[in-house]
């Protein structure tokens, strides 16, 4: 039996949960391989600077390989041709890997058990990427939670170290010298179209990168986690979750880091600081299990009767929202903090996604497409839900009579206009009175601030008000409410 590691979600060689059973298993008399597999992509989907990122970690994790001995053998083409091949060269194999929730990858998953094991071979997954398997938790009657607060009190009541306990990975297991490297794998290469991006993408890819933003964010901002998270202008978020998504930090590691925080707190408002973080780990676990539950989310709201609203497919409007020109200053911020680093403030993401679906009434697929193309951390579960739970069509959602208004969530979030200066730099001689709403002046003080409106800055794309009686009209409507 030939042993394989497959790295997946999973770009590290410490507290990795198969990667440590693999190595118990592949004993010194076994042959084996190490392997990662690159679908060849049109950048379509997945943006170049999140493409940088990726090359980052797998150069990292070839190196760190090689200081084992070893070698990372990338392969290039869909994951089912490339075990064909390799069942060409050796057969039968006994392949390691974790689990992914997403529909898409389970369904390759599928197709790759079937192949391994009708050639006699062994398909073995782990759950690496949430801290529950996915489905484990359940409501009292055996079914999925649709609420986060009692999925989140369900998942502490029951939570125990195991959960977060570190997997060991003792390459001393290995020998070396069985190690079979296969004829068709890739050379990790950028080409033309991302060798420009490099110098530009400011979240860098790797485990030493990840790990220094986990101790930053553990020593300088933890403690202060609740109070300041919501505020964009501040350097007050872990910046953590490319490297959860691409699995140079473990979630396992994330949480250890988290009860670490807790058990320093000296007062109740100190665990709340850090309290607050673990629930948005939480979220992201309780969206893991949202599309474990329901594949269908990938083309289809989770309320399935807002299928039905009759959105707005304006593309002159879309256009402008994404290219951070609404006349709105905090969505502009936003979108173009999003287009020049790939990274956008969740406190942001929620107030763009809002007022693309609530303000333009545009169907929030094509704003979780957008998302997708630009984000370097995109994670499928946490986009989707979170842009179902911008729209209202989602589990846990945003009631559809709650709307964020810009305005308010501006003044609220970023007092001071300093966000808004920096990644809309038209407005940055504008005065706290109106950097928030730079339409409001008169032409004299335009003048005097040189800013005109309709010239220099857009007027706004829609008002507000207006806009948000037509989407709650088009809901109730859709919801057989009137």
């Not at 990667?19 to 379509?44: C, E």
């Not at 269908?296 to 951070?324: H, I, M, V």
């Not at 994670?379 to 009579?401: C, I, K, L, M, R």
């Amino acid at each position: 039996m030939h042993y394989i590691y497959w790295f997946r979600k999973d770009l590290r060689l410490t507290d990795n949960h198969a990667l440590a059973r693999f190595l118990k298993d592949a004993v010194n008399g076994s042959s084996f391989s190490f392997i990662y597999i690159k679908n060849n992509n049109s950048y379509r989907y997945f943006g170049e600077k999140r493409i940088v990122f990726l090359i980052q970690c797998l150069e990292e994790l070839k190196q760190d390989l090689s200081d084992f001995k070893s070698e990372l053998q990338i392969f290039s083409g869909k994951s089912i041709e490339v075990f064909k091949n390799i069942l060409l060269e050796k057969n039968p194999v006994s392949v390691y890997l974790n689990e992914q929730v997403e529909p898409y990858c389970r369904e390759r998953d599928e197709s790759v058990r079937k192949l391994i094991e009708d050639s006699g071979g062994i398909y073995n997954s782990f759950t690496d990427s949430t801290i529950f398997s996915p489905g484990e938790i359940k409501n009292g009657e055996g079914h999925q939670y649709k609420v986060f607060t009692p999925f989140k009190n369900n998942a502490l009541s029951i939570l125990t170290k195991d959960h977060y306990k570190k997997h060991v990975c003792d390459f001393s297991n290995i020998n070396n010298k069985n190690e079979i490297i296969f004829k068709s794998q890739l050379k990790i290469k950028q080409d033309k179209k991302i060798s420009g991006v490099s110098g530009s993408v400011i979240i860098k890819g790797g485990r030493k990168e990840g790990l220094s933003k986990l101790r930053d964010f553990y020593e300088t901002k933890l403690n202060r986690y609740n109070s300041q998270r919501d505020f964009p202008s501040l350097n007050a978020t872990s910046r953590l979750s490319a490297h959860l998504h691409f699995g140079t930090i473990g979630i396992r590691e994330a949480l250890r880091t988290a009860f670490a925080g807790l058990s320093k707190s000296e007062s109740e408002k100190d665990e709340k600081e850090v309290q607050t973080w673990i629930n948005e780990l939480l979220w992201r676990e309780f969206y893991y299990h949202i599309t474990f539950h329901n594949p269908r989310l990938t083309y289809q709201s989770f309320k399935t009767e807002y299928d039905d609203l009759n959105w707005n497919y304006d593309e002159s409007n879309f256009r402008r929202w994404a290219e951070g020109k609404t006349g709105y200053p905090i969505v502009d911020a936003g979108m173009r903090q999003l287009n020049k680093e790939g990274w956008m403030h969740n406190r942001v993401r929620m107030i763009t996604a809002m007022f693309l679906t609530k303000d333009l009434f545009i169907d929030w697929r094509l704003g979780e497409k957008y998302f997708a193309e630009k984000l370097i951390d995109l994670d499928f579960s946490s986009n989707n839900g979170g842009w179902q739970w911008s729209a209202s069509t989602g589990v846990d959602a945003q009631p559809y009579f709650r709307i964020f208004n810009p305005y308010l969530q501006s003044k609220k979030f970023d007092p001071a206009g300093d966000y808004i200066r920096k990644y809309v730099p038209e407005l940055s001689s504008l005065p706290v009175e109106f950097i928030h709403e730079p339409n409001i002046m008169n032409h004299t003080e335009q003048e005097k601030y040189r800013v005109i409106i309709g010239k220099d800055y857009p007027n706004p794309v829609i008002d507000h008000k207006a806009a948000k009686d037509i989407a709650i009209r088009n809901f109730k409507k859709a919801a057989h409410k009137l």
